[in-house]
């Protein structure tokens, strides 16, 4: 019997999920990404209904989907949190536990701080 190569690790990378005010969603994005915090960022219009502060509210809103790796979730974290408008923004990281391996390498390659 031939013993086989074991495959490269998979990198770990996560996705990072936040609402922003259209007005400020390129300005948050290209910084995240200038920065190398993230590789891509997905960024699509939905309407968010919710209460804040006893008040009824329903706005329109970007969804970005952030990819980056693991370790720079923290990072990643703390940027969004200082160029986001919101006193509470969304944010919330989600462990990425499969995916095409070529793109998981390229996220990690990209994220490079």
């Excluded at 970005?64 to 370790?71: F, V």
């Excluded at 986001?84 to 499969?98: G, N, S």
Aim: aromatic share 6%.
């Amino acid at each position: 019997m031939v013993e086989s190569e074991s495959p490269d690790p998979v990198p770990e990378i996560c996705v990072i999920l936040s609402t922003v005010p259209p007005s400020r969603s390129a300005e948050i994005v290209r910084a995240l990404l200038d920065r190398h915090l993230v590789a891509c960022v997905n960024m699509m219009p939905v309407r968010s209904w919710y209460r804040w502060k006893g008040e009824f509210c329903d706005d329109e809103e970007h969804l970005l989907i952030l990819k980056t790796r693991k370790e720079h979730t923290g990072m990643v974290i703390r940027e969004l949190r200082a160029l986001h408008p919101y006193e509470v923004p969304e944010i919330i990281a989600v462990p990425v536990t499969a995916g095409h391996p070529p793109y998981l390498a390229w996220v990690h390659g990209e994220t490079q701080v």
